[in-house]
């Protein structure tokens, strides 16, 4: 009866796979994207939006058309600097997208998830103009793989390109990059998304991807959080400097795909986020030399079902503060100080690319937390508009500012108090 | 400097907390749902909406007005008999909901969350006629309390009316409800959320609300869901009936706010999804005799920020297949087995009220399995329409109905392909 019962089911779950065509699934596959759904188009004019506390928003499109922006800064002048995966980086001149990109970024390899990536400011940008940026950096060539056996089909692939992460530090002119140097590269393969920013004791915090391997392992770069001199050079600080085996870089282990990192206004401490696969985004508090788990704790699933890990806890790993289940692909984080928007005043907000769902339902998330940095609750914002949300910042002006990520429109928004 | 800046946050906190009348944090108080900030209206005409996998669907209002819908069940022929829990069984009678509500239902204290709730069918209802009907008992005023202090303002309160959760049976005459008979009555002060459904093995499972003690009491009926003949008295294969210190109806223990139960299609297994507080809400398949652990683990925060376990895990106790952080508020559950919506063919549906937010974001998801009962992922169904859905079900129609929640205009509605 048992037995009958459970054929009847997988009849149902086969019948069901084989009604559809653009999601696999029933079967132990990895569910692809869904496609055929139009996106919300961005809004000619400025849209309302009620809010949990009763304080109504107002979102404008500052700009528009860029190819997939990753990450922003604001100049002292107020101009800002937006990268593009792609590998170039646009400026906003006095409010207007200028359409020539600025001159002297390095080469990217831009492809798959990577490409350029973040942008900052040197602490004391004011007297030096440095500015950093992180990418993965062509390495040369692995040799070409063995041609295809006789009868396999497809053509031979020709040589691989290879790439490590890699720091650039440049110096703004006033128009354009100068002196270029890669202050930093990392061991050759190490990719992924590399946030960075400058925590308050003047180093460089800097986020590899540790999605497939290497992130438990001390004398690699992947899946890690760097600290390094703001040249690059390695701090004698360091939590495992002195410690064998163990790359003198790293700052803290175990993390998959972090593409949120910040400091904390109130207590400096850099808080970091990272994206599990079918669940199990977090945020974590970093702790120097802290172990965050990766891939051996999470409270994900894999993609095709099972769970990542056969306890679903944290145990003997630092726990993160706040987690995801299901994922939101959480890209960006900003902790909002000003008063124009002052009942999110202390609270952090977190882009949500939120992929597997309808293309584009990704939103921007608040959270607040009490005074013991314990969450109380979250907000979805911008939920109509379906977009995916790669960086949050909070403006010079207080206002707060998002990207979109879309491939030939991405757009910089902003959120307002509506009048 | 640590300090320093510890103490600037706390002044940051402060500050925000001062500017917030609506939703006090910041203090490590309970957050209280914000206001002001009015619903989406029921359409008018029917809305359509993309899915993921390109499967267009249009939602149409079929009734409405209805206060506190919560449970529905189709009669043989079509009509449907509609729980509200304030304490009224509608009828919708050829598609139309009837101004006056059925006669018959037991006197029901409706109150807080509790009231008339769960209507389910006898498996043999076509010969026998057996409707049942879950809802907070009256069991006589406890004594008065003490009279408040001289000073201590505020008049003294009448006596408590006392309650305890009933199973009642009548039988259905084709316009009422007659031989109304209570065939279970929980012990006096045992509520919260009480979901109904009757197993492949002919008896009546049914959940008890556990959110502040008695879940982990073998001897206490609350935070459990209880197996019952159908005509109420326990069945002699109970898993505890020989226990000592066991009450003999228990089949599961560790729940806290059941508001879903369902059969899965395939299996027959017993699903049940319960709310955690902040964050860990769960849907569990239900093993004879299992602890699922409430409130000794969960993957959730307190309402004041503090997680509700010291370890997040379910060491011990039954690990929930699906889980949500944060929480959507859960309630009822939908395996769909239909044709006329077949990307939806095998996946389970959870309706969500999603409090704590603005006022009437819930929605409905969908959630898809693989073969082994392992969650492939999740899409949010209907959030444009901000409704608070209360329960979600598979018609004889082979399409999708969910009731709102809402005290004047619930809604039942009807989830159908577009054209």
Avoid at 13 to 26: E, F, M, N, Y
Avoid at 33 to 43: C, E, F, K, S, W
Wanted: aromatic share 6%; with cysteine.
């Amino acid at each position: 009866m048992r037995l009958v019962a459970v054929c009847a089911l997988v009849v149902l779950l086969t019948a069901a796979g084989s009604a559809q065509q653009t999601v696999p699934r029933g079967r132990g596959g990895v569910p692809v994207a869904p496609n055929g759904i139009p996106a919300v188009p961005l809004p000619d004019k400025p849209l309302e939006f009620p809010t949990a506390e009763g304080q109504k928003i107002r979102v404008v499109v500052v700009a528009r058309g860029m190819s997939s922006p990753w990450s922003m800064v604001w100049l002292p002048d107020g101009d800002m600097l937006i990268t593009q995966r792609t590998g170039q980086l646009r400026r906003l001149r006095k409010g207007v997208l200028d359409p020539t990109p600025v001159a002297g970024v390095p080469e990217v390899v831009a492809g798959g998830l990577g490409g350029l990536m973040e942008i900052t400011l040197h602490p004391q940008f004011a007297t030096n103009q440095f500015v950093y940026l992180s990418y993965p950096k062509p390495i040369g060539a692995a040799p070409a793989p063995a041609p295809p056996a006789p009868g396999g089909g497809g053509a031979g692939r020709g040589p691989v390109q290879q790439t490590a992460l890699a720091v650039a530090r440049a110096r703004w002119n006033g128009t354009a990059l100068t002196d270029v140097k890669d202050t930093f590269v990392a061991q050759t393969g190490v990719g992924g998304p590399a946030r960075m920013v400058f925590g308050r004791d003047g180093k460089l915090y800097v986020t590899t991807g540790g999605v497939n391997s290497g992130a438990q392992d001390p004398s690699s770069h992947a899946g890690k959080v760097l600290r390094l001199n703001d040249d690059g050079s390695v701090p004698q600080d360091n939590p495992f400097v002195k410690h064998a085996g163990y790359a003198p870089e790293v700052y803290t282990l175990g993390h998959r795909s972090s593409l949120g990192l910040g400091v904390h206004p109130g207590t400096g401490e850099i808080w970091q986020h990272e994206n599990g696969p079918n669940g199990g985004d977090e945020i974590n508090i970093l702790k120097t030399g802290g172990n965050y788990g990766w891939p051996i704790v999470s409270y994900g699933r894999t993609y095709p079902g099972p769970w990542q890990a056969p306890k679903l806890s944290h145990d003997n790993f630092e726990q993160p503060i706040v987690f995801w289940v299901p994922s939101i692909a959480a890209s960006g984080i900003a902790f909002y100080t000003g008063n124009k928007l002052p009942k999110w005043k202390g609270d952090v907000f977190v882009g949500a690319l939120r992929v597997g769902e309808i293309p584009g339902t990704g939103h921007l998330q608040r959270i607040l937390f009490n005074e013991q940095m314990e969450e109380l609750r979250r907000e979805s914002l911008l939920t109509e508009m379906r977009q995916r949300i790669r960086d949050v910042r909070q403006g010079p002006d207080e206002l707060i500012y998002v990207l979109t990520d879309s491939p030939k429109d991405g757009a910089l928004l902003r959120i307002e108090p509506a009048p």
